[in-house]
């Protein structure tokens, strides 16, 4: 027993090396991803609360089913690579077809998603809000795809394993690319209505012409039913976030802080959890994990939460700093409640991570294809209900 104690504590000692010497950068890096869209969402959050109230319905199920396709794509890519399944190289046709295949799976959920707001009576602009989400999903998949596809293939090739970095900097490049996005479609909406609408036709053109030239056969897509079938019913649910979001943006906005770093929060849940279950399914598969109780695979867990007051304090204060410079409104004293509280919620969120991949994979279900991405998805919920309690604590009500 003491020779397993002292082969943990060695593996703990390693594996807190790498939270810092790989993993942190990542986080970190990511952070500042999540933290430049927060900057967008915060400085026009009432335009879209006034205007466009729709995307605040979707916003979570869409930030969340891009790290989610993406994330499950780059832990599906690691797996591929340690087995030889996949040349490390973005010249292997597999890549192509893989971001293809994963771009049809992104619209049908986001057309789901727009529908259920329409439903629910959220309809002022609902037609450019559809335009927005759809022409938003084609051109941030198609980069974020690739970007996945280097990331990991990059860290595979360098000797780095690839499920350290790849899904924190997969989902946080999703977090930079998408609130950005939306909010230069609505700039281009008040800026020319008809050239919003030209450029959203040419983008669908281009998409089946790239769609045509990835020859995606019907067999492939049947491949991920399993993948489609769960980003699906996950972004259905992530209405559950939307509606949150969406009800309580009032003292949301009236937190100042919360409104800026919200993107970055769900993004950094999502990552600590999208890393705990993407090494746990590659131990999985490889063997390594012989019970629920190893205490092995408890050392990831242990090793990436000495990381989070890090993560929680820097993204309190860069999150501080950008709310002055670019509103030049006080932040209110006790936003350092998000700061002390931020770690446990890391660590419930990666104990949650592990359990889920751990009893998928024991029945007979691929992590790789399930785990990440109901366990971003539901990050957001628990992330979008989190930062509701915190507005509360900081304002009142």
């Known amino acids: 027993m003491a020779v397993i104690g002292g082969e943990v504590r060695e593996e703990l000692k390693e594996k807190v090396k790498e939270a810092y010497r790989v993993t942190l950068p990542s986080l970190f890096t990511s952070q500042i991803f999540g933290l430049f869209g927060g900057t967008f969402l915060g400085k026009y959050f009432e335009t879209i609360r006034t205007q466009f109230p729709g995307l605040l319905v979707v916003l979570p199920g869409i930030m969340g089913l891009r790290g989610n396709v993406f994330g499950s794509m780059a832990s599906r890519f690691s797996t591929m690579l340690y087995l030889g399944d996949l040349e490390p190289s973005l010249r292997d046709r597999k890549v192509l077809k893989e971001i293809v295949l994963r771009m049809l799976i992104s619209l049908i959920p986001i057309l789901l998603l727009w529908a259920i707001g329409v439903a629910t009576g959220v309809r002022k602009n609902a037609f450019d809000v559809l335009l927005i989400v759809v022409t938003s999903t084609i051109l941030v998949s198609f980069i974020l795809g690739y970007f996945t596809s280097f990331v990991t293939i990059f860290a595979f090739r360098r000797g780095t394993d690839p499920d350290s970095v790849a899904a924190p900097l997969v989902a946080s490049m999703g977090d930079f690319l998408t609130v950005p996005s939306l909010v230069l479609f609505i700039l281009l909406i008040e800026h020319s209505p008809e050239g919003f609408r030209i450029f959203n036709y040419v983008v669908l053109f281009l998409f089946a012409v790239v769609a045509a030239i990835s020859r995606v056969r019907k067999e492939e897509f049947r491949e991920l039913k399993q993948v489609f079938i769960t980003i699906t019913g996950l972004a259905l649910l992530s209405t559950i976030s939307g509606s949150i ?104 969120i990666m104990l949650y991570s592990y359990t889920v991949s751990y009893f998928l994979f024991r029945k007979n279900i691929d992590p790789d294809h399930v785990a990440i991405p109901l366990i971003s998805n539901n990050s957001d919920i628990f992330g979008t209900i989190y930062v509701v309690l915190m507005a509360k604590l900081m304002v009142g009500g």
Request: charged share 10%.
């Open 245 to 348: 979001l969406a009800r309580f943006s009032g003292i949301i906005q009236a937190s100042v802080i919360l409104s800026f770093i919200y993107p970055s929060l769900l993004s950094s849940f999502g990552n600590y959890g999208s890393i705990i279950a993407a090494k746990t399914s590659t131990k999985l598969h490889l063997g390594e994990i012989e019970g629920f109780l190893c205490p092995k695979a408890f050392t990831d867990i242990l090793a990436l939460f000495t990381t989070a007051p890090v993560i929680g304090t820097t993204k309190l204060l860069i999150g501080i700093a950008l709310v002055k410079l670019t509103t030049g409104m006080a932040v209110p004293g006790s936003a350092w409640v998000v700061a002390l509280t931020y770690p446990f919620m890391v660590l419930f």
